[in-house]
């Protein structure tokens, strides 16, 4: 219980101590001027944000593109035409998968992704594609072991029900089961969205850290994590300020996809 | 011309446990058919492998036939899929999709990919009102089928059969969740669709059975022991183990 205690007291802290060197920053530079300007010179005293904004937004929702199909799929092929007792051993193999280091991904990325993107397709390598698929990847065990809990908790009575109607099984994954599991794998998709958008070392590695508005998918862009931590060694004074303010927008829009993933999973708990 | 379904000889092991032994039956003319027994007997193993769910089970061994209209179910004659949409199941716990009512009901018919939208909307209704929920439910198409009460939802599950119209419906004690009232309705349900549908019930309920049933079946550990009309059965069975079951000296 005092551990309890002092856990959560210490995250609030944190919290407390990013708003409060960050939110009086945002106040005193304008929050149109700090969110919607795309001029980041510290040294000029401009601090907008906007590219990192849309880069951090545009590699999170390439990650989703890359991670959700796949996740999806390996789920309902794990939890549905896989054997039990093979799932006991692919289950925690997955979930070991979260806990790669991610400079490890990030190296990967590095050594083999960006040079392939750089032949093929063009562009610098280093770019919102590779931090994409990167992070796609990363997302995979979050967004598969969920769905698959989700999907393993579909009462049989519903699969019965389909199939004695004369369905396939095909039909009753796509009509009944993935329906029924719906609001688990939001959660599960939400919860890994929030693992993309905050993920800091694989993307400074892969997404090239450039801060300008991307054009293309093969741009390069820098995410609102990257620029804090590519900065803060040697930020001083409103530039230090500046990348609090920067944690403050990070921390509400993680806040936000917890709060949606969070209610997602409590209506689910509602229907049964 | 053969019979809607003849059963015959049939064995049926899951793993090495027999559970049901030679059983031999016949479901024919507008005869609603009862099976009764103590519990574990095989009811409800004989009534899934009339449709085959019990396909769905690992490790599953038949042997014998089960005959549609002389056509073995087993054999590669019948797809499962043209099986189940003729022999329809109505389980023991209601279970509707958690779709809405109208997306329950319309549910076969769309596993056949049928698209006309305006007699998708004939069938519901039509299928709605054969399970007497139309007055009930014609407010509510739209609302989900898991906030109904469970005597709606089992209703509910009916009508979603009769949209593709089967030819058989089997029902697995689908009273039991029920309370005397609702169970009522559905009694009288049945008795209404008999004049269109062969139906086979399997009950613990002895009494349901002799209100319902024209035929009926008494198993035992696996075994039919007596198969004939319900009123013989009742009143004069032939096999000792039967009488004792029916006077109360047995399950
Ligand atoms: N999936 C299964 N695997 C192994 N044995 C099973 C399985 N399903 C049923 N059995 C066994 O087969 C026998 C018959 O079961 P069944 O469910 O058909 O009985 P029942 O007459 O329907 O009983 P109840 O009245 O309790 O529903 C039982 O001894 C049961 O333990
Ligand atoms: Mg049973």
Same mark, same amino acid.
């Given at each position: 219980?005092?551990?309890?205690?002092?856990?959560?007291?210490?995250?609030?802290?944190?919290v407390l101590?990013?708003?409060?060197?960050?939110?009086?920053?945002?106040?005193?530079?304008g929050?149109?001027?700090?969110?919607?300007?795309?001029?980041?010179?510290?040294a000029?005293?401009?601090?907008?944000i906007?590219?990192?904004?849309?880069g951090?937004?545009?590699?999170?929702?390439?990650?989703?593109?890359?991670?959700?199909?796949l996740g999806?799929?390996?789920a309902?092929?794990l939890s549905?035409?896989?054997?039990q007792?093979?799932?006991?051993?692919?289950?925690p193999?997955?979930?070991?998968?979260?806990?790669i280091?991610?400079?490890?991904y990030?190296?990967?990325?590095?050594?083999?992704?960006?040079?392939?993107?750089?032949?093929?397709?063009?562009?610098?390598?280093?770019?919102?594609?590779?931090?994409?698929i990167i992070?796609?990847?990363?997302?995979?065990?979050?967004?598969?072991?969920?769905?698959?809990?989700?999907i393993?908790?579909?009462?049989?009575?519903?699969?019965?029900?389909?199939?004695?109607?004369? /369905?396939?099984?095909w039909?009753?994954?796509?009509?009944?089961?993935?329906?029924?599991?719906?609001?688990?794998?939001?959660?599960?998709?939400i919860?890994?969205?929030?693992?993309?958008?905050?993920?800091t070392?694989?993307?400074?590695?892969?997404?090239?850290?450039?801060?300008?508005?991307?054009?293309?998918?093969?741009?390069s862009?820098?995410?609102?994590?990257?620029?804090?931590?590519?900065?803060?060694?040697y /930020?001083?004074?409103?530039?230090?300020?500046?990348?609090?303010a920067?944690?403050v927008?990070?921390?509400?829009?993680?806040?936000?996809?917890?709060?949606?993933?969070?209610?997602?999973?409590?209506d689910?708990?509602k229907?049964? | 011309?053969?019979?809607?379904?003849?059963?015959?000889?049939?064995d049926l092991?899951?793993?090495?446990?027999?559970?049901?032994?030679?059983?031999? *039956?016949?479901?024919d003319?507008?005869?609603?058919?009862g099976?009764?027994g103590p519990?574990?007997?095989?009811?409800?193993?004989?009534?899934?492998?009339?449709?085959?769910?019990? !396909?769905?089970?690992?490790g599953?061994?038949?042997?014998?036939?089960?005959?549609?209209?002389?056509?073995?179910i087993y054999?590669?004659?019948?797809?499962?899929y043209?099986?189940?949409?003729r022999i329809g199941?109505?389980?023991?716990?209601?279970n509707?999709f958690?779709?809405?009512?109208y997306?329950?009901?319309?549910?076969?018919?769309?596993?056949?990919?049928?698209? !006309?939208k305006k007699?998708?909307?004939?069938?519901?209704e039509?299928?709605?009102?054969?399970?007497w929920?139309?007055?009930?439910?014609k407010?509510?198409?739209?609302?989900?089928?898991?906030?109904?009460?469970?005597?709606?939802?089992?209703?509910?599950?009916?009508?979603?059969?009769?949209?593709?119209?089967?030819e058989?419906i089997?029902? !697995?004690?689908?009273c039991?969740?029920l309370?005397?009232?609702?169970?009522?309705?559905?009694?009288?349900?049945?008795?209404?669709?008999k004049?269109?549908?062969?139906i086979?019930?399997?009950?613990?309920?002895?009494q349901?059975?002799?209100?319902?049933? !024209?035929?009926c079946?008494? *198993?035992?550990?696996?075994?039919?022991?007596?198969?004939?009309?319900?009123?013989?059965?009742f009143?004069?069975?032939?096999?000792?183990?039967?009488?004792?079951?029916?006077?109360?000296?047995?399950?």
């Amino acid at each position: 219980m005092a551990i309890a205690l002092s856990a959560i007291t210490m995250l609030v802290l944190i919290v407390l101590f990013i708003i409060k060197e960050g939110l009086p920053f945002i106040f005193k530079i304008g929050i149109t001027d700090f969110l919607l300007s795309t001029d980041w010179e510290p040294a000029a005293g401009k601090y907008g944000i906007f590219p990192m904004i849309a880069g951090s937004l545009w590699v999170t929702l390439g990650a989703i593109l890359v991670g959700v199909p796949l996740g999806l799929a390996g789920a309902v092929f794990l939890s549905e035409f896989i054997p039990q007792w093979a799932m006991k051993t692919i289950k925690p193999t997955i979930e070991l998968l979260a806990g790669i280091p991610s400079v490890v991904y990030g190296f990967i990325g590095v050594m083999v992704l960006a040079p392939l993107i750089r032949e093929y397709l063009g562009g610098p390598g280093l770019s919102i594609m590779a931090a994409s698929i990167i992070l796609g990847i990363m997302i995979l065990p979050t967004v598969m072991s969920i769905s698959i809990d989700s999907i393993k908790a579909v009462p049989n009575s519903y699969r019965e029900g389909a199939f004695a109607l004369g /369905a396939t099984h095909w039909q009753t994954i796509h009509m009944v089961v993935i329906p029924a599991a719906r609001s688990g794998i939001i959660a599960g998709i939400i919860l890994g969205l929030g693992r993309a958008i905050g993920e800091t070392m694989a993307v400074i590695m892969v997404a090239g850290n450039a801060v300008k508005l991307p054009n293309s998918p093969l741009d390069s862009v820098r995410t609102l994590t990257a620029n804090i931590a590519l900065e803060m060694g040697y /930020a001083t004074g409103m530039h230090r300020q500046a990348l609090f303010a920067t944690g403050v927008v990070l921390l509400i829009i993680i806040m936000l996809l917890n709060y949606i993933a969070m209610t997602a999973i409590r209506d689910r708990g509602k229907k049964k | 011309m053969p019979k809607k379904i003849e059963i015959k000889n049939l064995d049926l092991f899951y793993g090495q446990f027999q559970a049901l032994k030679s059983v031999n *039956m016949a479901v024919d003319g507008n005869n609603i058919v009862g099976l009764i027994g103590p519990s574990g007997c095989g009811k409800s193993t004989l009534l899934r492998s009339i449709n085959r769910m019990n !396909d769905l089970i690992e490790g599953v061994k038949i042997r014998g036939q089960v005959l549609l209209e002389g056509i073995d179910i087993y054999s590669s004659k019948l797809e499962i899929y043209e099986l189940r949409k003729r022999i329809g199941m109505v389980f023991q716990r209601p279970n509707p999709f958690p779709l809405s009512v109208y997306d329950n009901v319309s549910f076969g018919l769309r596993v056949e990919k049928f698209k !006309d939208k305006k007699k998708t909307a004939a069938i519901v209704e039509k299928s709605l009102k054969a399970a007497w929920l139309w007055d009930e439910l014609k407010d509510k198409l739209h609302k989900s089928a898991l906030s109904l009460p469970l005597y709606q939802q089992q209703r509910l599950c009916i009508a979603r059969l009769l949209a593709v119209e089967p030819e058989v419906i089997l029902m !697995d004690e689908p009273c039991s969740a029920l309370d005397p009232i609702a169970t009522m309705k559905i009694e009288e349900l049945m008795l209404d669709l008999k004049k269109d549908y062969h139906i086979v019930i399997v009950t613990h309920n002895m009494q349901q059975a002799s209100r319902v049933s !024209d035929v009926c079946g008494y *198993m035992l550990l696996g075994e039919m022991v007596e198969f004939g009309r319900t009123a013989d059965i009742f009143t004069n069975p032939k096999d000792k183990r039967t009488q004792d079951y029916i006077t109360g000296r047995y399950g």
